[in-house]
């Protein structure tokens, strides 16, 4: 059985509701009037949390423009330096106590992704009450002992990592006794392709570790993290920005607040329709009852006739007999005279 635990004032695990963060990550475009306008339309697009990164370019990389630190192909920043990337990319931390206040007066979380032990010590200081660990960083693991000592519950992407590398990134974790962890099917394009997700590990992950699992999304839409809840995911993570036509590090693969708000309520209506496990009639389906196929009688029948296949019939409605009888009831005789259209019953059988 997964372990539950709760992030502010939501509790996190299977059968509950889904907790959904908005990843602002470089959406606000270094503006700092943009990243609290990305929160107050997360709050209204239905997100439980908002979630931030915090590191410096120097926290990352050095600044150096050999072809080391030069992005090579197969990503949307092909041919980009590090340095320049992520100094267009982060979030200044003077800003960060200042938007956690926001969020929180809205009643959304608030947490961050540390990259270094410096942001690890500057998030302490804000009381986060969560830590994000990105799927890039499920290797450092001095960096996860050191997450896991502020005893904070860890969302963890698991991107490119293999089986081994997860359960040494949870084992790391458990050992500083924090049993708060939270799994994230990851796949690191960006952005990611739907024949990629591999979706079924989600079920296989939360039993192979006994933890909450949700998926940290980079498809395009929302009709893979809707799949993912089907499948038993806790936690939905996607991009998030207020508009794909303003060109930026991850815009690309964001959802519009438009787009996130019905993201968030095809989650909660399949939440409703996963529902429990049930074999009994829906308070809804009762009325339908009517219209299963019961004994009748479609002729008229005089007192001590035959009962036959041509005088008695399986027909709509139900007010009959079940048809399962019908062989107990042909060639018997009726007691009484039956008018066509008379759903049989056992006292008008002799």
């Known amino acids: 059985m997964s372990s539950e635990f709760r992030i502010g004032k ?70 980009r330096n590090l340095y320049d990337l992520y100094g267009e990319a982060y979030t200044p931390w003077d800003w960060q106590p200042k938007l956690q206040q926001i969020a929180h007066e809205i009643g959304l979380d608030f947490f961050s992704t540390p990259f270094d032990p410096s942001s690890v010590e500057f998030l302490v200081k804000m009381d986060v009450p969560a830590y994000k660990i990105a799927s890039f960083e499920i290797v450092d693991i001095p960096l996860i002992q050191m997450i896991a000592r502020t005893g904070r519950p860890i969302i963890m992407s698991t991107g490119m990592a293999t089986l081994e590398e997860i359960d040494e990134a949870v084992a790391t974790i458990r ?15 960006y952005p990611a392709l739907p024949d990629e997700m591999n979706l079924l590990t989600i079920p296989d992950m939360a039993a192979r570790f006994s933890v909450p699992v949700g998926l940290s999304d980079h498809t395009l839409g929302s009709t893979i993290p809707v799949a993912a809840v089907s499948l038993g995911a806790c936690i939905i993570e ?5 508009s794909r036509k303003t060109p930026g590090p991850d815009s ?3 959802l519009e607040p438009s787009e996130f708000r019905a993201m968030v309520d095809a989650i909660r209506m399949t939440e409703t329709a996963l529902g429990k496990v049930n074999y ?12 299963r196929r019961s004994l009748f009688a479609v002729e008229d029948i005089m007192e001590g006739g035959l009962f036959t296949e041509r005088n008695v019939r399986s027909i709509r409605p139900s007010y009959g007999l079940a048809p399962k009888h019908i062989h107990s009831v042909l060639g018997k005789r009726a007691k009484v005279k039956i008018l066509r259209g ?9």
């Open 10 to 79: 939501s509790d996190i695990g299977p059968h509950l509701p889904v907790y959904i963060i908005a990843e602002l990550s470089a959406n606000h475009y270094q503006n700092f009037e943009e990243a609290v306008r990305l929160i107050h339309a997360a709050k209204d697009a239905g997100a439980d949390a908002v979630k931030i990164q915090t590191y410096t370019p120097d926290t990352l990389t050095i600044n150096c423009t050999n072809d080391y630190f030069r992005i090579g192909k197969g990503t949307q920043w092909e041919g």
């Open 175 to 189: 050992v500083e006794d924090n049993d708060q962890i939270a799994l994230l099917k990851c796949t690191s394009a």
């Open 238 to 242: 996607k991009h998030f920005t207020l």
């Open 252 to 254: 690309s693969f964001s």
């Open 280 to 291: 009994s009639v829906a308070d809804h389906e009762r009325a339908s009852k009517v219209f």
């Open 342 to 350: 008379t759903p049989l019953s056992w006292d008008l059988v002799q």
